[in-house]
């Protein structure tokens, strides 16, 4: 598999994707909170929380325009390096410098598209939030693009990890454009700067988050820091 795959997806299998979104969207009492500040045209980067294996899929169903999702190499082994570039995903390596990422996102930009980049780098273990990586900060800063964080609950409960699929509310907010002038072209190389953005970032998502319990009542994992 080649790590400069073009920022076009595989449509069958990417319609299949949604397709099983908007099924479980029917299934789980789900709301979408914010969708029209995703833009109609043009390049963003989507920044959300990671609770689950199942929040692309929800993701897929809060806009029309075709979201492209940058993920764990270890998921591009055996089957996924066949499957996952045609659910229009490119690997990234975790907790390094991975120029064939930094390249994916700029030409996915570069021809306008969304890209979504999970900050956490991983899924929660206990549904609460983690610190966001620096990598995948920097990644998302030097696209100077606009940068939209996204809150999700209760999809750790839907699909927790090592647990079993059940029904549960899910709800997804998405955030006001965050702009970081002067900061982009820093993080290139600045790993403070970079930390500084994150935890930003992620602060913003906790704003979010939090309304959406208040709003809708979907819980995330289990009691803890958030």
Same mark, same amino acid.
């Given at each position: 598999?080649?790590?400069?795959?073009?920022?076009?997806?595989?449509?069958?299998?990417?319609?299949?994707?949604?397709?099983?979104?908007?099924?479980?969207?029917?299934?789980?009492?789900?709301?979408?909170?914010?969708?029209?500040?995703?833009?109609?045209?043009?390049?963003?980067?989507?920044?959300?929380?990671?609770? +689950?294996?199942?929040?692309? *899929?929800?993701? &897929?169903? /809060?806009?029309?325009?075709? =979201?492209?999702?940058? !993920?764990?190499?270890? #998921?591009?082994?055996?089957?996924?390096?066949?499957?996952?570039?045609?659910?229009?995903?490119?690997?990234?390596?975790?907790?390094?410098?991975?120029?064939?990422?930094?390249?994916?996102?700029?030409?996915?930009?570069?021809?306008?598209?969304?890209?979504?980049?999970?900050?956490?780098?991983?899924? +929660?273990?206990?549904?609460? *939030?983690?610190? &966001?990586? /620096?990598?995948?900060?920097? =990644?998302?800063?030097? !696209?100077?693009?606009? #940068?939209?964080?996204?809150?999700?609950?209760?999809?750790?409960?839907?699909?927790?990890?090592?647990?079993?699929?059940?029904?549960?509310?899910?709800?997804?907010?998405?955030?006001?454009?965050?702009?970081?002038?002067?900061?982009?072209?820093?993080?290139?190389?600045?790993?403070?700067?970079?930390?500084?953005?994150?935890?930003?970032?992620?602060?913003?998502? /906790?704003?979010?988050?939090?309304?959406?319990?208040?709003?809708?009542?979907?819980?995330?994992?289990?009691?803890?820091?958030?």
């Amino acid at each position: 598999m080649s790590d400069f795959a073009p920022p076009t997806p595989g449509w069958v299998f990417y319609a299949v994707t949604r397709a099983t979104g908007l099924l479980g969207y029917t299934l789980c009492p789900m709301r979408i909170f914010g969708a029209d500040r995703i833009p109609w045209d043009g390049p963003a980067v989507l920044l959300p929380n990671h609770e +689950s294996y199942l929040d692309p *899929l929800f993701l &897929a169903c /809060a806009t029309w325009r075709p =979201i492209r999702f940058m !993920a764990k190499r270890e #998921l591009f082994r055996g089957f996924g390096s066949w499957l996952f570039p045609r659910l229009n995903c490119f690997p990234v390596s975790r907790g390094q410098a991975d120029v064939p990422a930094y390249r994916n996102a700029a030409r996915t930009l570069a021809a306008k598209k969304l890209l979504c980049i999970f900050p956490e780098g991983t899924r +929660s273990e206990t549904g609460c *939030l983690q610190r &966001a990586q /620096a990598g995948a900060i920097s =990644i998302a800063l030097r !696209a100077e693009v606009p #940068l939209l964080p996204v809150a999700i609950s209760g999809t750790w409960s839907v699909l927790p990890p090592h647990g079993k699929l059940k029904l549960r509310p899910v709800a997804i907010k998405i955030g006001r454009p965050m702009v970081f002038p002067g900061l982009n072209r820093k993080a290139r190389g600045d790993r403070q700067v970079a930390d500084r953005v994150g935890a930003c970032i992620m602060e913003e998502i /906790a704003r979010l988050r939090s309304q959406l319990e208040a709003e809708f009542g979907s819980r995330s994992g289990q009691p803890g820091r958030s």
